[in-house]
T-cell receptor, first 115, second 112 residues
Framework: GENVEQHPSTLSVQEGDSAVIKCTYSDSASNYFPWYKQELGKRPQLIIDIRSNVGEKKDQRIAVTLNKTAKHFSLHITETQPEDSAVYFCAASAPMDTGRRALTFGSGTRLQVQP | NAGVTQTPKFQVLKTGQSMTLQCAQDMNHEYMSWYRQDPGMGLRLIHYSVGAGITDQGEVPNGYNVSRSTTEDFPLRLLSAAPSQTSVYFC???????????FGEGSRLTVL
């Protein structure tokens, strides 16, 4: 099955700096790569996603890049703010044994933005 | 729309007890799933369903059963709880093969 590795596990940045979180995946059949943000005690929520036919996608201060050849994708947050502090999860949609697709998540990155 | 609703929010069980975590969604989503979240291990898929009457195993299905008799409901059953099943459980749903996964608020389960 799909294996998604995420680094770093913790990241501390100063307010206004950029933050980068990286993920690699193992299944070349994966075709959809979302990123979720989970604030303390809350549910995960989608912040951005990218499909395998696109190399980069931006949404205001957030961007995601995808390198299909190397099987890795990254989340970039610019001009970080204290409210960006949360745990971020990457995920990949790959076919399971049945052929049906499901999301496999990385282990998460705890981002702390220091004011 | 209430979205994805999970009950109970908190539960304490003794080893060997059984229980059902309820999940309901009112968005007419075909796809529903259960994940467990443990520190440092992210979200691991337990079971998922692509429609009523269809269920499949995820990464960590042992010790859990599911059924999908209606589009709206996807209960998760623990037949004989073990301390290793202490975790936060999230139900999630979406429409179609890809797209945003909507999570419930989570259910914190402690097995003593």
């Amino acid at each position: 099955g799909e294996n998604v590795e995420q680094h770093p596990s913790t990241l501390s940045v100063q307010e206004g700096d950029s933050a980068v979180i990286k993920c690699t995946y193992s299944d070349s059949a994966s075709n959809y790569f979302p990123w979720y943000k989970q604030e303390l005690g809350k549910r995960p929520q989608l912040i951005i996603d990218i499909r395998s036919n696109v190399g980069e996608k931006k949404d205001q201060r957030i961007a995601v890049t995808l390198n299909k050849t190397a099987k890795h994708f990254s989340l970039h947050i610019t001009e970080t703010q204290p409210e960006d502090s949360a745990v971020y999860f990457c995920a990949a949609s790959a076919p399971m044994d049945t052929g049906r697709r499901a999301l496999t998540f990385g282990s998460g990155t705890r981002l702390q933005v220091q004011p | 729309n209430a979205g994805v609703t999970q009950t109970p929010k908190f539960q304490v069980l003794k080893t060997g007890q059984s229980m059902t975590l309820q999940c309901a969604q009112d968005m007419n989503h075909e796809y529903m799933s259960w994940y467990r979240q443990d520190p440092g291990m992210g979200l691991r898929l337990i079971h998922y369903s692509v429609g009523a009457g269809i269920t499949d195993q995820g990464e960590v299905p042992n010790g859990y059963n599911v059924s999908r008799s209606t589009t709206e409901d996807f209960p998760l059953r623990l037949l004989s709880a073990a301390p290793s099943q202490t975790s936060v459980y999230f139900c999630a749903s979406k429409v179609g093969r890809t797209g945003e996964l909507f999570f419930g608020e989570g259910s914190r389960l402690t097995v003593l």
